[in-house]
């Protein structure tokens, strides 16, 4: 099991730059390596959309949504998964979720990131 804390929501006007952060704990064997990340996000009314994963080989994948814009990273020392967002928009705003996962994907896809079992409980970002 693992758990998930994110921090670092807020509100920016738009163009602005946000990131978000989220610690995880209690890993199986104490091994972050093991697990896949990834951030999805909900807005009310909407949806769950994923907007990046991060595999336990390091690669990244993106939302056509925020591709070139976020960028998701991981300090396995820490170990905290990071996501960083600039030239944030107004259809950005929503519910930030941190999630992980140990199942195998190939490849592992933002899609999926919504699926993944573990999850945080949030945090708001509010782009006007």
């Known amino acids: 099991q693992v758990q998930l804390v994110e921090s670092g929501g807020g509100s920016v006007q738009a163009g602005g730059s946000l990131r978000l952060s989220c610690e995880a704990s209690s890993y199986t064997n104490n091994d972050p390596t093991k697990y896949c990340f990834g951030w999805f996000r909900q807005a009310p009314g909407k949806e769950r959309e994923g907007v990046a994963s991060?595999?336990?080989?390091?690669?990244?994948a993106y939302a056509e949504s925020v591709k070139g814009r976020f960028t998701i990273s991981k300090d396995n020392a820490k170990p905290i998964v990071y996501l960083q967002m600039n030239n944030l928009k107004p259809e950005d705003s929503g519910t930030y979720y941190c999630?992980?996962?140990?199942?195998?994907?190939?490849?592992?896809?933002?899609?999926?990131?919504?699926?993944?079992?573990?999850r945080g409980r949030g945090t708001q970002v509010t782009v006007s």
């Open positions: 999630a992980a996962s140990r199942g195998f994907y190939s490849p592992l896809l933002a899609r999926h990131v919504p699926n993944f079992p573990y």
């Open positions: 991060l595999d336990f080989r390091g690669r990244m």
